[in-house]
């Protein structure tokens, strides 16, 4: 099983939005609705953000949200604030878990 | 609360053993999927294991053969024997627990294992 694609880096202003993408292919994201994101910041353990796609767990901010089109998934962050600055994960569950190879979001 | 903590971890030469520990509290490790994810330093997340809770084991390519995904019910408590271990193994070690979606939802802190002579 390949890793997911993501790009390696983005970044943002303070108060703008941006989209980071995961592809994969039709035997994993575009084959299930079990895509889910993480957010990783220096030395700590990775936190669930996005689960199934599109729903948040309970505590985090609505300002996160995922989407799906095809085999590409998309975590979208706005009202950019500083605390968001991390690398971003995301994963897909197709029998076994394969993650994407991560994104560091830059908060300028 | 619901939470994981690992423990084990620490410097091993190549072709040692190691055995994680990733203690649970506030749910039932024997009820849930249990994996074991690890990072690379400055890489990745990659996932390495998973026991179901019916008691069926899978493990990534990488560390087939070598590895062993195991729990403790009385002890609610997850195992990895770590066989064989390379320095591309090194790594830090997470546990987490899978919900009924398979959304790695609980994750632990994490215990750093390093493999070099």
């Known amino acids: 099983q390949s890793a997911l694609t993501q790009p390696a880096s983005v970044s943002g202003s303070p108060g703008q939005s941006i989209t980071i993408s995961c592809t994969g292919t039709?035997?994993?994201?575009?084959?299930?609705?079990?895509v889910s994101w993480y957010q990783q910041h220096p030395g700590k353990a990775p936190k669930l953000m996005i689960y199934?796609?599109?729903k948040r767990p309970s505590g985090v901010s609505n300002r996160f949200s995922g989407s799906k089109s095809g085999n590409t998934a998309s975590l979208t962050i706005s009202g950019l604030q500083a605390e968001d600055e991390a690398d971003y994960y995301c994963?897909?569950?197709?029998?076994?878990?394969?993650f994407g190879g991560g994104t560091k979001l830059t908060v300028l | 609360e619901v939470q994981l903590v690992e423990t084990g971890g620490g410097l091993i030469q190549p072709g040692g053993s190691l055995r994680l520990s990733c203690a649970a509290s506030?749910?039932?490790?024997?009820?849930?999927?249990m994996s074991w994810v690890r990072q690379a330093p400055g890489k990745g997340l990659e996932w390495v294991s998973v026991?179901?809770?019916?008691?069926?084991?899978y493990y990534a390519d990488s560390v087939k053969g070598r590895f062993t995904i195991s729990r403790d019910n009385s002890k609610n408590t997850l195992y990895l024997q770590m066989n064989s271990l390379r320095a591309e193994d090194t790594a830090v070690y997470y546990c987490?627990?899978?919900?009924?979606?398979?959304?790695?939802?609980?994750w632990g802190k994490g215990t750093t294992v390093t493999v070099s002579s």
């Open positions: 987490a627990r899978a919900s009924a979606a398979n959304t790695l939802d609980v």
């Open positions: 506030g749910f039932t490790v024997s009820s849930n999927y």
């Open positions: 026991i179901y809770s019916g008691g069926s084991t």
């Open positions: 039709s035997s994993d994201v575009g084959s299930y609705n079990l």
């Open positions: 199934e796609g599109s």
């Open positions: 994963c897909s569950y197709a029998g076994i878990w394969v």
